[in-house]
């Protein structure tokens, strides 16, 4: 028998994202987002989550794009910052010491020092209530060479992707292997 | 410099989820889906991708309603099989050994042996291309007693949820610890 908890938003693990917009003035501004992920293979697309009142949703409508960084456990400090502070007050690319760095294909700057990054133009934008959620076209994905294996595929031990845990508001780091998908289950 | 790897749906780490929903005369179905994540905190929300060919496309557009699952590291193999297979040729739930259970809340039904429940209501459905996003509203979260500490909080410790890299297609266990969100970046 199960213990009810209530309406919650509890589910396990979320990931760690850090989202890139530019402002006014080309300015580069970083957000902090664990309610995102992959939402369609083809066209791929990634969702974020964004409440209206912060500068990045207002960037993203703006410029109609925005980029996706994943930190590695190493940034674990920077990517808290990222998400306590405001880019109206503080410029959160200088005060962590990171580097935004231009996109190829979008228009929204990415962290040089972050191992993976996925260049987005805004696919839709739909209000569900507090949050708006963006869907995002991935147009690339580009990794840093430490995080890509003799393939030049990503190395997830490399990557080491932080995840956090809404019921404790703990950053985890990711375990070992426990199986192949579309294998293990055969 | 970072290396192009191409338009991909590349982001770590991706959840486990196991959807549930009823089907014609009230069979339980069960799908697995890395492509969901927390899409909004008021109300609270949850996605998953679903394409619409699929069984549950069709159970969740008839019923408006699925629970989220989330097995632990334990049910890794059954969380593999019920993604490899459909349920339009397979009672995935007598072939796993799993037990379905009625919800309190919503039209469908959730996995007995999975130690955490997201009852939702379907909220909005949109087209992406290959997926459909479906957004559900979190009516009740549901825990087993297990993965409950002393204060009533989900302990990830005990809970154990998978991840998925679509890299390696692997499933990985979460790691230790690594700092207090809203906390270790001030």
């Keep these: ?18 989202i ?15 309610w995102g992920g992959i939402c369609c293979s083809n066209p791929p697309c990634v969702s974020v989550a964004v409440r209206p009142e912060r500068l990045t949703h207002t960037n993203i409508m703006a410029r109609r794009a925005f980029t996706v960084n994943v930190p590695s456990a190493d940034h674990v400090k920077e990517a808290d910052y990222i998400g306590i502070y405001s880019g109206k007050t503080k410029n959160k690319f200088a005060e962590c010491k990171l580097t935004p760095a231009k996109s190829e294909y979008v228009d929204a700057p990415s962290v040089e020092q972050f191992p993976l990054v996925l260049e987005c133009e805004l696919f839709k934008d739909i209000d569900l209530g507090i949050h708006a959620l963006f869907v995002g076209r991935i147009m690339d994905v580009k990794a840093d060479p430490t995080i890509l294996d003799a393939d030049g595929s990503i190395d997830i031990g490399q990557l080491r992707p932080l995840t956090f845990s809404p019921s404790d508001r703990g950053y985890y780091a990711l375990g070992g292997f426990v199986g192949q998908a579309f294998d293990i289950g055969k």
Excluded: C, Q, R, W
């Design 20 to 34: 890139g917009t530019y402002g006014e003035n080309d300015s580069p501004n970083i957000m902090t987002a664990s």
């Design 1 to 18: 028998m199960k213990t009810s908890l209530g309406a919650k938003t509890l589910l396990f693990p979320t990931p760690v994202l850090i």
